[in-house]
């Protein structure tokens, strides 16, 4: 049956396809809040990784010629350390502490980032990678955001916009795939759930092929503030959630 929620998440999808198709990322930071304000969490959640497995499979092939395969193990091999750590800790310290503090951080990277424009890239390294993996899998535990530490070190190396599409995007599908078969053993797939999916998946590649002459026109330089724009962001939406949360 048809229900009038649905255009609302078709378009919520549709914007979080482009600004992804745009910048490499924020697909769910876009998407989510909106959905949110037609669906329950617990519908959401999972339509939203649903989703964002489409976004990243599509990301991932768009790209696959500018992909760079060697960073991923160090990664992955950070990222799964990094979920433990993160779900210990929201055990231990309140939500609104880790959002407070995750969001400080990042919106102080942007700020130091635009401090040292000169800083230069660096080289690719397994420890940089694991780093940003842990912290990328610790994030997405703790408050659901595990992109902005991977943006983070995309430009800490000097990815080209190609290279941090395809890369972040296999990253992406990688961590959807496992998120989703975790989710679907819990049995969190409705078919509420999986009916919001069907509505946002079309929206959200939509979104993407709009987003293509814009994402192609981007010079190197547009792309890492689109990209700092977008760290920056994920670090207020933290930061507004810590204080609504404690009002």
Not at 119 to 132: D, T, V
Not at 166 to 187: K, P, R, S
Not at 213 to 237: C, K
Request: aromatic fraction near 12%.
């Amino acid at each position: 049956m048809f229900d009038s929620s649905y255009p609302l998440v078709f378009i919520a999808w549709f914007l979080g396809g482009f600004v992804n198709g745009v910048s490499g990322m924020g697909a769910a930071m876009v998407a989510l809040p909106i959905v949110a304000c037609v669906l329950e969490m617990s519908e959401a959640v999972p339509a939203t990784c649903l989703v964002g497995t489409v976004v990243a499979l599509y990301v991932a092939w768009m790209y696959r010629s500018s992909c760079r395969l060697a960073p991923l193990p160090p990664l992955f091999l950070g990222c799964v350390p990094g979920v433990v750590a993160g779900v210990l800790v929201l055990r231990a310290v309140p939500g609104i502490w880790l959002q407070a503090v995750l969001g400080a951080a990042l919106v102080a990277y942007v700020f130091w980032q635009c401090l040292h424009r000169g800083a230069g890239r660096h080289p690719e390294n397994a420890r940089g990678g694991a780093i940003s993996g842990f912290a990328s899998g610790f994030s997405n535990a703790a408050i659901s955001f595990g992109g902005p530490p991977v943006a983070i070190y995309a430009l800490y190396v000097g990815w080209d916009k190609d290279t941090t599409r395809g890369t972040l995007g296999l990253y992406f599908l990688v961590i959807c795939i496992l998120t989703c078969l975790a989710q679907a053993v819990a049995g969190l797939y409705t078919p509420a759930v999986l009916t919001a999916a069907l509505y946002g998946m079309p929206g959200a590649l939509a979104g993407l092929l709009v987003s293509l002459p814009f994402a192609r026109s981007l010079r190197e330089s547009v792309f890492q503030a689109i990209l700092l724009v977008m760290i920056g962001l994920a670090g207020g939406i933290c930061l507004f959630r810590a204080f609504e949360a404690a009002a």
